[in-house]
């Protein structure tokens, strides 16, 4: 619409010709100029089009040349093709975006034309208005914008052409790259299939040499079975036999362990003998002052038989008299404790005889222990003999091959001698874990015997404070009956002085002239009063002996600690010991996994090498064929070969070291172990030393107890003589008075008959309290034996730790064989390689 108005404007208005030619010009730019730019726009699309359409059909054409030509190499096509595609569509965005860039251009210039002209529509209308309809004056600055908006499309047009221009250099450069990359694809293929024929060849040629090779290693493997499975067969019958010896030994040991029960029985029979002979001692040391008292009232009655004597002294003669009569029972008694006595001593000469045939039979066990051992060992030997001569069967064989395969088939061999390796190191990783897996089982089992051996040993020791408990109220239950015994010897003998009394006030009304009656009983009441000192002196070393008793018990009780503080702290080395196994364990696994990662590596390696030594080989084939042609080429791969070869000698270089360091680290391993083994050793033997100072220390106690039961049975016998003479003068004293006392045995042998069963009871309590000691040197008997068995056992649990240390060891050995044979196939495989390094420098020089 204001074009029209402006061409109505300026037809109606006289205008100059210079303001008639410029307007004519805004005319052309606001209305002429973008349907000329419309038109150029249309004819570069034209343009580009034709150019496309001839690019896709000289592409096109070319592809058809390209697949009649070379039908066998659709690979490189198809990658010729993507990057074509690619360049393509990358000139397809370049046109795109520049197609985007003009028409962004074209729309900002056709806003700038419409708003010029709009502004130009209000100047022409306000001016035209201004003048009334006279003629119109165009400003410079209308000119000027013209001027430039002009210059700018000329400008724009010139940008244009260079674009295109650059345009159609690229696609002539790109096309020539493409027609040389074509003619080196053909040339590759024609290279490529010559050496497929040649590989097929050789193919065929190496399939034949491996069904050859094949053949005579499955021959080899045959024979090599053979002579395992009738090792094998060998070894089992060995060990059948060693198992038999086992059961025989183990029925031995069955048969004397029976023998050694019924010697513990017979030692306590023999103990509980001796307990009673020593509670007839105590007997016969309570009735002691006892028959003090009956010669003090003999010597009384013969300083009294000169003169008539009343009732009551008749009656002390009958008493004396019944007393008398008593007294042989128990003198019989006595001899036939004595001769008691004589037989425990030769039971305990024969039970010492017994013990000393239980050592020696034990000594013989021991032997057939380390005899059973050494077999063990030289099986071992053996089988390790057995895996060496299948090691240098196997190495053999591979030196065939080698010898064989020299001058053909290199590479053939180092893919072989690879998968043997693979193979090696994976029947070593599978044994390995197998043999962790079985010390692991092992350790589990010895673990689990040595749990077994602590509850054991903790109910012993439950058991031993039990048995200590009861023996401690026992003795107090001794204690409180001595006490008891005491009042009522106390409360007789104030019977006794109540009745002495009686008498000397009878006596003192009857006859006041028997003052020496008087002086007599004075001195009896004095004898009275020592005997009651006495007494005092004897319940004071009764309560002497109960202290030193109780000191005896707190010293075992002591020492039961200390036994129970042992064992914690074996239990303790046992829990150490158990954690440092895990911990090797965990160390094995670790080393395996080690191994295995380290394995890895060697065949990524190994592989890496020998796809690096393919890749030189076809280099080299390439060179060869084309070295008129190539020749700087041919001097680039070589030094890339070389390069290559470095790098492989220097991955070996660092395998060797690595394997040194791995070695380094087994030895220092090794010495740590055997720096704790023998701390180990040390403890034990320490732990032993400690064990048999305290069995020295218990039999030098009990050889004390011995001893001193000799010396009481000694002071007993003196004292028995003692008493007999003692008895034989008052049976002459008291035969003279037994007339006169007959009348008095009536009324005493009612006291007698009381007395008599007091002393019953007594007798009835002495017989318990005896019984109570026979028991606690029973159980007595019991703690030494368990102490005893748990020595025993702590002498198992030493020794299987020693062999879990030398099987440990023997693992170590086969992990140090294995890296050895590591490290020879490591330098096999240099050699090869340096062989084929000169093999193929040879080749090259020819």
Same mark, same amino acid.
């Given at each position: 619409?204001?074009?029209? %108005? ?14 008639? &030619? ?36 000289? !592409? !096109? ?106 345009? !159609? ?88 362990? #029976? ?5 513990? &029985? ?8 001796? /307990? ?49 009569? #008593?007294?042989?029972?128990? /003198? ?61 069967? @196997? ?16 590479? =053939?061999?180092? *893919? ?8 090696? &190191? ?8 197998? @043999? ?53 010897? @106390? ?37 009275? @009063? ?34 129970? %503080?042992?064992?914690? +702290? ?35 390696? &190994? ?23 190539? =020749?700087?080429? *041919? ?35 090794? +010495? ?131 062999? /879990?240390? +030398? ?40």
């Amino acid at each position: 619409m204001p074009l029209k %108005q402006i061409t109505a404007v300026v037809s109606a208005a006289p205008v100059l010709q210079q303001q008639q &030619l410029l307007l004519l010009q805004l005319l052309l730019v606001c209305g002429v100029a973008p349907q000329q730019q419309q038109q150029q726009q249309q004819q570069q699309q034209q343009q580009q089009d034709l150019q496309q359409q001839h690019h896709h059909h000289h !592409h !096109h054409h070319l592809q058809q040349q390209q697949q009649q030509q070379q039908q066998h190499y659709h690979h490189l096509q198809q990658q010729q093709q993507q990057q074509q595609q690619y360049h393509h569509h990358h000139h397809q965005q370049q046109q795109q975006q520049q197609q985007q860039q003009q028409q962004q251009q074209q729309q900002q210039q056709q806003a700038i034309f419409n708003d010029g002209l709009q502004q130009l529509y209000r100047q022409l209308m306000r001016v035209w208005i201004g003048n009334k309809g006279g003629p119109l004056r165009v400003p410079q600055d209308l000119i000027v914008l013209v001027k430039q908006q002009q210059q700018q499309q000329q400008q724009q047009q010139q940008q244009q052409q260079q674009e295109q221009q650059q345009e !159609h250099l690229l696609l002539h450069g790109v096309l020539n790259l493409m027609m040389t990359l074509l003619k080196e694809a053909e040339r590759e293929a024609a290279a490529a299939a010559a050496r497929e024929a040649d590989a097929a060849a050789e193919r065929n040629q190496l399939q034949q040499e491996l069904a050859a090779v094949r053949e005579a290693a499955a021959a080899a493997t045959a024979a090599e079975r053979q002579q395992r499975d009738e090792m094998k067969k060998a070894l089992e019958e060995e060990a059948a036999a060693a198992e038999q010896q086992l059961a025989k030994t183990a029925a031995e040991l069955r048969n004397e362990r #029976s023998k050694v029960a019924q010697l513990q &029985l017979q030692q306590q029979q023999q103990q509980q003998q001796l /307990q009673q002979l020593k509670d007839a001692d105590s007997k016969l040391q309570q009735l002691s002052p006892c028959f003090a008292r009956i010669r003090s009232a003999a010597a009384a009655a013969a300083a009294a038989a000169a003169q008539p004597l009343p009732e009551g002294p008749q009656q002390l003669a009958a008493a004396v008299c019944d007393i008398l009569r #008593s007294f042989p029972r128990a /003198q019989q008694e006595i001899k036939a404790q004595e001769a008691a006595l004589a037989t425990l001593q030769t039971q305990v000469d024969e039970l010492q005889r017994q013990a000393e045939a239980g050592a020696a039979a034990a000594a013989e066990l021991t032997r057939m222990k380390e005899d059973m051992l050494s077999l063990e060992a030289a099986g071992r030997e053996t089988t390790a003999e057995l895996r060496k001569i299948g090691d240098q069967h @196997a190495a053999l064989m591979l030196e065939k091959e080698r010898q064989e395969k020299q001058y053909n088939n290199k590479l =053939q061999q180092l *893919q072989q001698q690879k998968e043997d390796t693979e193979q090696q &190191l994976k029947k070593a990783a599978a044994a390995a874990a197998a @043999a962790a897996a079985e010390t692991q089982q092992q350790l589990q089992q010895h673990l689990d015997a040595a749990n077994k051996n602590i509850l054991l040993l903790q109910q012993q020791n439950e058991e031993t404070d039990q048995a200590l408990q009861e023996a401690r109220k026992e003795a107090a239950a001794a204690a409180a009956a001595a006490a008891e015994e005491a009042a009522a010897a @106390a409360a007789a003998l104030q019977q006794r002085d109540a009745a002495l009394d009686d008498l000397q006030q009878q006596l003192q009304q009857k006859q006041k002239d028997l003052a020496a009656v008087e002086s007599h009983a004075k001195e009896e009441t004095a004898a009275a @009063a020592e005997r009651d000192k006495q007494l005092r002196k004897e319940q004071q070393q009764a309560a002497e002996e109960a202290a030193a008793a109780a000191a005896a018990l707190q010293q075992r009780d002591a020492a039961l600690d200390d036994l129970q %503080q042992q064992l914690q +702290q074996k239990q303790k080395d046992l829990a150490a010991a158990e954690s440092h196994a895990k911990e090797e364990t965990a160390a094995a696994a670790e080393r395996d996994k080690q191994l295995r990662k380290e394995q890895q590596q060697l065949q990524q390696e &190994l592989q890496q090498i020998t796809a690096a030594k393919e890749a030189a080989a076809n280099k080299i084939a390439r060179l060869q064929q084309d070295l008129d042609e190539q =020749q700087q080429q *041919q001097q680039q791969q070589k030094q890339k070969l070389e390069n290559q070869i470095k790098e492989g000698q220097q991955q070996i270089e660092e395998m060797e070291a690595r394997l040194k360091q791995q070695q380094q680290q087994m030895q220092q391993q090794q +010495q740590q172990q055997q720096e704790d083994q023998e701390r180990k050793a040390k403890q034990n033997q320490q732990q032993q030393q400690q064990l048999q100072q305290q069995i020295e220390d218990l039999e030098q106690q009990i050889k004390k107890l011995q001893q001193q039961q000799q010396r009481d049975a000694d002071e007993h016998k003196q004292q028995q003589q003692q008493l007999q003479q003692q008895l034989e003068n008052v049976r002459k004293a008291a035969a003279d008075e037994q007339q006169q006392h007959e009348q008095q045995q009536k009324q005493q042998q009612q006291k007698q008959q009381k007395q008599q069963q007091e002393q019953q009871q007594k007798e009835d309590i002495h017989r318990k309290q005896l019984e109570e000691a026979r028991l606690e040197a029973s159980k007595k008997e019991e703690e030494l034996a368990s102490m005893q068995q748990q020595l025993q056992s702590l002498q198992q649990q030493l020794k299987e730790q020693q062999q /879990q240390q +030398q099987q440990q060891q023997q693992e170590q050995q086969q992990l140090q064989q294995q890296l050895q044979q590591n490290k020879k196939d490591i330098e096999t495989k240099n050699n090869m390689i340096e062989s084929a390094k000169q093999k193929e420098g040879a080749a090259q020089q020819e």
